[in-house]
């Protein structure tokens, strides 16, 4: 069994800043990709940034310059550093990861979300 935890959401005004974490845990052999989405109200969830093992990133246009994706390896961690934040940041984030167990192939697993609400 493979659990991601997020963490470090919250309510920050515009041009803030806020942190986010996502820990993986459980019997895993090696975690590939890992990634950030992001669903608001009414919207589709949508990709924020994504992060290879060897720390190849992407980033949606809406955060580039804003918005730096990181991963501690040695940890099962990634991390979300957001910086300028704008009331459309406004969502729910979560976290990904393409993990490969003992028993299975690589399979996307998803954190359960954490809110950030970015106030005018």
């Known amino acids: 069994q493979v659990q991601l935890v997020e963490s470090g959401g919250g309510l920050v005004h515009a041009g803030g800043s806020l942190r986010l974490s996502c820990a993986a845990s459980g019997s895993m052999r090696s975690i590939n990709n890992m990634g950030w989405y992001r669903q608001a109200p009414g919207k589709q969830r949508e990709l924020v940034a994504t992060?290879?093992?060897?720390?190849?990133?992407n980033y949606a246009d809406s955060v580039k310059g804003r918005f730096t994706i990181s991963r501690d390896n040695a940890k099962n961690t990634v991390y979300l550093q957001m910086n300028s934040l704008k009331p459309e940041d406004t969502a729910v984030y979560y976290c990904?990861?393409?993990?490969?167990?003992?028993?299975?192939?690589?399979?996307?697993?998803w954190g359960q979300g954490t809110q950030v609400t970015v106030s005018s």
């Open positions: 990904n990861a393409d993990v490969r167990t003992y028993v299975s192939n690589p399979t996307r697993y």
């Open positions: 992060i290879t093992r060897g720390g190849n990133t």
